[in-house]
């Protein structure tokens, strides 16, 4: 079956850049995106959402973008700081019909102080 | 405050003893969810339910039960663990489809 995926397993940034972490769906029919961040020890807590009909949406900080024409999916955190180490999941699901999410395998965003 | 809530935390038990793990939602959600986590794999779905009395197989349900009487109730049921079941369990709630989940804080099992 078609699933998300993710193109870098890892990620290291330094204090105070910015981080982007990608994903790559297949499911052309998806046309609703979430992004999780996961802390060690803790369940994953939703960052932000994004729908089909938007390329970008921002939030406190983070801001995800859509390319639906290369089904890609991005996840952009500025000023990075060591709170924001932590495991990044993204997942899709089609905005109707009883299909649950799909989830990646996630990212590690580590921050170097 | 909204949330849902898994217990136990922890879990070590024997193989082929009987457990359960409860979880429950206080927002009134449709869709509920078991996911668990092992290193490499992600999380992967057990069972989920879109209401009460209707439940279906996620990826990975052998060795599983699960039951949805009440909305706001969910169990997940080991009738008889085995090693391989040892994994970090989360339970998840969400309005349905088109909406994101929240999950409960997790329950790591140890089976030995």
């Not at chain 1, 910015?18 to 995106?33: E, H, K, L, V």
């Not at chain 1, 807590?45 to 970008?56: E, H, V």
């Not at chain 2, 794999?41 to 209401?51: E, K, V």
Request: charged share 20%; proline share 4%; hydrophobic share 30%.
């Amino acid at each position: 079956g078609e699933s998300v995926g993710l193109h870098l397993p890892t990620l290291s940034v330094q204090e105070g850049d910015n981080s982007i972490i990608n994903c790559a769906y297949s499911n052309s029919a998806s046309d609703y995106f979430i992004w999780y961040k996961q802390e060690s020890g803790k369940g994953p807590q939703f960052i932000i959402d994004i729908r089909s009909n938007m390329d970008k949406r921002q939030g406190q900080r983070v801001t995800v973008l859509l390319n639906k024409t290369v089904k890609h999916l991005s996840l952009q955190i500025a000023a990075t700081q060591p709170g924001d180490s932590a495991v990044y999941f993204c997942a899709e699901n089609l905005n109707s019909g009883n299909t649950p999410l799909v989830f990646g395998k996630g990212t590690r965003l580590s921050v170097i102080a | 405050e909204a949330q849902v809530t898994q217990n136990p935390r922890y879990l070590i038990t024997v193989t082929g003893k009987k457990l359960t793990v409860t979880c429950s939602q206080n927002m009134n959600h449709e869709y509920m969810s078991w996911y668990r986590q092992d290193p490499g794999l992600g999380l992967r779905q057990i069972y989920y339910s879109m209401n009460v009395e209707v439940t279906d197989k996620g990826d990975v349900p052998e060795g599983y039960k699960v039951s949805r009487k009440e909305k706001r109730n969910f169990p997940l049921i080991l009738e008889s663990p085995s090693p391989n079941q040892t994994s970090l369990y989360f339970c998840a709630s969400g309005k349905g489809t088109g909406y994101g989940y929240t999950f409960g804080s997790g329950t790591r099992l140890t089976v030995v």
